[in-house]
Each structure stands twice: as C-alpha cells, then as structure tokens.
C-alpha cells in the first residue's frame, strides 16, 4: 500500500515557498480593503452625525431668540480609524470658522462642514470653539442674541 520514497520531502519546501509567496501577497490587499472600508465607514457615518447637528442648528437659528433643542448624537470610532478631533464653531466675535464643523480622523485628514443659507455662528456656553470626541454627546442648542455679534447659536452639553 505505502511505498517508501523521498519525494514528499523534497516537494515540501517547494510547497512552504508557494504558499508563503501567496500569502505575502494576499495579505497586504485584504488588510488595505479593510482598512480603507473602515476609513469610509467611518467618515460617513461621522458626517451623517454632524449633518443631524447643523439641521437642528438652523432649525433652532431660524425660531426665535432663545428657543432651543436637544439633539443626541452617536459619535463612533472605526476600528482602525480614529477620531483626533471634532470642532464646532468658534467665538462670535471671530470672524472666521464661526460657521463651521471641523473634524479630523487618523490618516484621512481634516474635514470640514460649512453652514451656509443661513450662516449661523455656532459657539460654547462660554463663547469658545465647542469640542468633541467618540462616544454619545447630548446637546441643547439654544439661539442667542447679542447687540454686538447678532444672532448666534449656543451649544452646551447636558448632563
């Protein structure tokens, strides 16, 4: 039934190579899908988040002075992508970047939602740039007036 030979042992590392060579190169390509899938990913599902917090923004902007909503946002990191920073707003007295969300994920670079029609400056409670990070954020969002700056929109975290 078994006949004693050697060639199974010389085939062997023959074998070891192909399948190493193979390997080496699949490997690199299914890792990079993966990674680039979850970079999409998660990019997307953070700028759906933030476009939920400008619609509420300019709902909130075009009531009155002093009327308010709570939005909840689900702020989630990829597993190779993550989130350095989320910046929202800056203080009304500023000329710049008071109308925008910036956010910055790991390897994607910086992204940037801008509201416009109308321009609704967006600041903290305590007339800063609002920052945040991964995790559930709910916040109330509360139009302001100021005779120097205008009509402004507050945005505070609840506790």
């Known amino acids: 039934m078994f006949v004693k030979n050697n060639k ?3 085939g062997l590392p023959l074998q070891l190579t192909i399948i190493a060579v193979v390997l080496g190169i699949s490997i690199p390509l299914i890792f990079g899908a993966f990674f680039s899938y979850d970079r999409f990913n998660t990019e997307q599902q953070l700028r759906n988040e933030l476009n939920i917090l400008a619609n509420a923004a ?4 075009l009531g009155t002075v002093n009327s308010s909503d709570s939005v909840t946002l689900h702020i989630n ?14 203080p009304v007295t500023q000329t710049t970047n008071t109308t925008t969300i910036v956010y910055r994920l790991t ?4 992204g940037k939602i801008v509201i416009t029609n109308p321009n609704i ?11 945040l990070g991964r995790g559930l954020h709910n916040l109330i969002l509360t139009c302001k007036y100021s005779s120097t700056t ?3 929109v507050e945005i505070t975290e609840a506790a």
């Open 8 to 10: 199974a042992l010389e």
């Open 107 to 110: 390897s994607v670079g910086e």
């Open 58 to 61: 300019k709902k909130v902007y």
């Open 150 to 152: 205008g009509i402004y």
């Open 77 to 90: 990191e990829g597993f190779f992508t993550k989130i350095e920073y989320i910046k929202i707003g800056a």
């Open 121 to 131: 400056k967006m600041c903290s409670d305590k007339n800063d740039t609002f920052t």
